[in-house]
């Protein structure tokens, strides 16, 4: 099922992430988006983030806003998008 298969692979990223593998993380993430057909708006937060803590906050923004348009939790990217811009 690949809703199932790109949650897994999200959380997986999400994972690798935490432990500031940011390259593995960045693996799972494209391949959450590749099963998804680039709707996933988790993996695309996931993008965002990798890309904020690496300092790409020109990409972190359009991540972050490309997720808001596939039904991420608008709060919380908001949030990310003000941050960045505050900055």
Known sequence: NPNIESRVLT???IMAFNQKDYKKASEW????????????ADATELKGDIAAI???????LQ?????ISLGGKVSRLQQKINKIKAN
Do not use: C, E, M, R
């Open 63 to 67: 991540f972050y806003q490309k997720a």
């Open 11 to 13: 959380v997986k990223g």
């Open 54 to 60: 690496t300092n790409d906050y020109k990409n972190a």
């Open 29 to 40: 993430a494209d391949s959450t988006l590749a099963i998804s057909g680039d709707k996933n």
